[in-house]
Nanobody
C-alpha cells in the first residue's frame, strides 16, 4: 500500500558529507512518522533519526550535531543530511514510513525501503 524508495548513498571519505532521500508513494492519507535507520555488518538495525507528526525530531546520540533530518510534506519526502561522516557511520541506511492509507479510518502501515549503502573510508 505504501512504497518507499531511498537514494543518495555512496562512498565518501571521513569528514565528508552525503544527503540521503526517501520518497513515499501509494494511496497515502496521512504520514504519522518517517525515520532513518541503519544496519552495519554484524550489528542490529538501529534508529538514526525520526520525525513524528507534529514535528518532533529524535536523533541517536551518535549522530547528534552531525546529521540533520528534514521532511517535505508536500512531496512525501524525507531527507538525511550527513556531515562530518566517520567510518563507524558505514552501514545500509533504511527509511521507514508509518502511514494511514486511503481514508482517515484506513489501516496503518509501517513500510520499509530497500536501503541505500553508505561507506565511509578512513
Amino acid at each position: 500500500q505504501v512504497q518507499v524508495v531511498e537514494s543518495g548513498g555512496g562512498l565518501v571519505q571521513a569528514g565528508g558529507s552525503l544527503r540521503l532521500s526517501c520518497v513515499a508513494s501509494g494511496n497515502i492519507f496521512r504520514i504519522s512518522v518517517m525515520g532513518w535507520h541503519r544496519q552495519a555488518p554484524g550489528k542490529q538495525r538501529e534508529l538514526v533519526a525520526s520525525i513524528i507528526d507534529g514535528g518532533r525530531i529524535n536523533y541517536a546520540n551518535s549522530v547528534k550535531g552531525r546529521f540533520t533530518i528534514s521532511r517535505d510534506n508536500a512531496k512525501n519526502t524525507l531527507y538525511l543530511q550527513m556531515n562530518s561522516l566517520k567510518p563507524e557511520d558505514t552501514a545500509d541506511y533504511y527509511c521507514n514510513v508509518g502511514a494511514t492509507v486511503a481514508t482517515s479510518m484506513g489501516p496503518f502501515y509501517s513500510s520499509w525501503g530497500q536501503g541505500t549503502q553508505v561507506t565511509v573510508s578512513s
